[in-house]
């Protein structure tokens, strides 16, 4: 591992505290009875209804691509279901055909969480038969690093649905320009990017969550609430579970992690996705977007800085056959944010990149600070209506790590 990615990984786990993703060990005991303890862990798939889904969807049909820290393609959840990938970053072998190897596993759980098949008593994903392409694009990189955006274009030509980017770093100006080139020839290709909004806390947009188009998602606790410490802002689009998530341990794969963060709301949103497009094959990008949108969740406004449109709720989809796919042609979410006033917190809009030219320099976005947020958001997962009763301050968290991209 390079130098500094040792000492942004030290200082990502100081900003992080009482956030730690690892919130608890467990030792895998017999295939028989660990497969009935982690199907309880998983408390997100009742939630969600999983197991009526999976009558009518399993995701079948549809590539996820992964851009992390690479997937292993031997633990046994994933066992045939992982395509052979490219690697994009300077770590594990060089640019390349991916190698395998994850040793950090965040790329790994992700792809779990999204198509694990829950074989020797593992993690079942939302879509257990979707197909994961690995893109390695490194662990702490650089912002808007060619890595990243190589990765999504690769991603696009290789024929995935679905983009999951559970990573998030501040914004840089510099580069917002091919940002918003490599998703627009994403949306023009049909394609789908969800990535993960942050975990600081912070009315802080990060990116490339902020990017217009992209779908940014925020966490939810096991109560369906909004977790206190997902990022939120006007970018916001949707919710997931992102709270006791069970994932292989970064120190010994055969152990399982409870693990937290908008990295794993964004993969069940990247594979209710690739459920709804699986049962729905003739559906466009904005058919399958509009419908998660209009059948999300909330309570009180909408959008909500928090939550965006609301919890991901696939169930009112497949089940009830709720939500109008719409106008095939027509991004739902960018046709919001062309309706919302910009403000210096947000990304440029659809219509102008935000780099420097013709209109000037981009402006600065504002200092992150802390700020006043529901404890209790009301944002149900399966359409029970909690209201709101406490407001409790967030303490700020000062980026240390400079332009570089978290995982989120």
Same mark, same amino acid.
């Given at each position: 591992?390079?130098?500094?990615?040792?000492?942004?990984?030290?200082?990502?786990?100081?900003?992080?505290?009482?956030?730690?993703?690892?919130?608890?060990?467990?030792?895998?005991?017999?295939?028989?009875?660990?497969?009935?303890?982690?199907?309880?862990?998983?408390?997100?798939?009742?939630?969600?209804?999983?197991?009526?889904?999976?009558?009518?969807? +399993?995701? @079948? #049909? &549809?590539?996820? /691509? *992964?851009?992390?820290?690479?997937?292993?393609?031997?633990? !046994?959840?994933? $066992?045939?279901?992982?395509?052979?990938?490219?690697?994009?970053?300077?770590?594990?072998?060089?640019?390349?055909?991916?190698?395998?190897?994850?040793?950090?596993?965040?790329?790994?759980?992700?792809?779990?969480?999204?198509?694990?098949?829950?074989?020797?008593?593992?993690?079942?994903?939302?879509?257990?038969?979707?197909?994961?392409?690995?893109?390695?694009?490194?662990?702490?990189?650089?912002?808007?690093?060619?890595? +990243?955006? @190589? #990765? &999504?274009?690769? /991603? *696009?030509?290789?024929?995935?649905?679905?983009?999951?980017? !559970?990573?998030? $770093?501040?914004?840089?100006?510099?580069?917002?320009?091919?940002?918003?080139?490599?998703?627009?020839?994403?949306?023009?290709?049909?394609?789908?990017?969800?990535?993960?909004?942050?975990?600081?806390?912070?009315?802080?947009?990060?990116?490339?969550?902020?990017?217009?188009?992209?779908?940014?998602?925020?966490?939810?606790?096991?109560?369906?609430?909004?977790?206190?410490?997902?990022?939120?802002?006007?970018?916001?689009?949707?919710?997931?579970?992102?709270?006791?998530?069970?994932?292989?341990?970064?120190?010994?794969?055969?152990?399982?992690?409870?693990?937290?963060?908008?990295?794993?709301?964004?993969?069940?949103?990247?594979?209710?996705?690739?459920?709804?497009?699986?049962?729905?094959?003739?559906?466009?990008?904005?058919?399958?977007?509009?419908?998660?949108?209009?059948?999300?969740?909330?309570?009180?406004?909408?959008?909500?800085?928090?939550?965006?449109?609301?919890?991901?709720?696939?169930?009112?989809?497949?089940?009830?056959?709720?939500?109008?796919?719409?106008?095939?042609?027509?991004?739902?979410?960018?046709?919001?944010?062309?309706?919302?006033?910009?403000?210096?917190?947000?990304?440029?809009?659809?219509?102008?990149?935000?780099?420097?030219?013709?209109?000037?320099?981009?402006?600065?976005?504002?200092?992150?600070?802390?700020?006043?947020?529901?404890?209790?958001?009301?944002?149900?997962?399966?359409?029970?209506?909690?209201?709101?009763?406490?407001?409790?301050?967030?303490?700020?968290?000062?980026?240390?790590?400079?332009?570089?991209?978290?995982?989120?």
């Amino acid at each position: 591992m390079p130098p500094h990615a040792r000492v942004l990984r030290r200082r990502a786990a100081g900003l992080l505290g009482a956030m730690a993703a690892v919130v608890a060990t467990w030792t895998v005991a017999a295939p028989a009875a660990q497969a009935d303890d982690m199907r309880e862990r998983q408390w997100y798939l009742d939630a969600m209804k999983a197991d009526e889904l999976w009558k009518v969807s +399993t995701g @079948k #049909g &549809i590539t996820v /691509a *992964v851009l992390d820290t690479g997937v292993d393609s031997t633990v !046994s959840e994933l $066992g045939g279901k992982v395509l052979p990938g490219r690697n994009f970053s300077d770590s594990g072998g060089g640019p390349g055909r991916i190698d395998g190897r994850d040793d950090d596993r965040h790329g790994t759980n992700m792809a779990i969480a999204i198509a694990g098949n829950g074989a020797n008593g593992g993690v079942k994903g939302i879509a257990p038969d979707a197909t994961i392409l690995p893109v390695k694009t490194g662990d702490y990189v650089v912002f808007g690093n060619s890595a +990243t955006l @190589k #990765g &999504i274009r690769y /991603a *696009v030509d290789s024929g995935a649905r679905v983009i999951n980017i !559970s990573s998030a $770093g501040p914004a840089d100006h510099g580069t917002d320009r091919d940002w918003q080139e490599v998703v627009s020839y994403a949306q023009q290709k049909g394609v789908l990017i969800f990535a993960g909004a942050g975990n600081d806390g912070l009315e802080m947009p990060q990116y490339p969550a902020a990017v217009p188009g992209v779908v940014a998602v925020g966490a939810l606790d096991t109560k369906g609430k909004v977790a206190k410490f997902s990022n939120y802002g006007s970018h916001l689009a949707l919710a997931a579970p992102g709270v006791e998530i069970p994932g292989r341990c970064t120190n010994d794969k055969t152990k399982y992690c409870a693990l937290q963060g908008t990295s794993q709301a964004t993969a069940l949103a990247s594979g209710s996705a690739a459920l709804i497009w699986s049962a729905h094959p003739d559906w466009t990008a904005n058919q399958v977007l509009r419908v998660m949108m209009e059948t999300a969740g909330h309570v009180g406004e909408v959008p909500s800085k928090y939550i965006g449109y609301g919890s991901i709720r696939p169930a009112q989809i497949l089940l009830e056959g709720k939500g109008d796919p719409g106008d095939p042609n027509v991004n739902p979410l960018l046709a919001a944010q062309r309706s919302q006033s910009p403000t210096p917190q947000t990304s440029p809009s659809p219509d102008s990149t935000g780099a420097s030219g013709d209109n000037g320099p981009a402006q600065e976005p504002k200092k992150p600070e802390s700020a006043a947020r529901p404890d209790e958001g009301g944002f149900p997962l399966w359409g029970i209506a909690v209201s709101a009763v406490a407001v409790v301050a967030v303490i700020g968290v000062v980026v240390a790590a400079g332009k570089r991209n978290r995982r989120a």
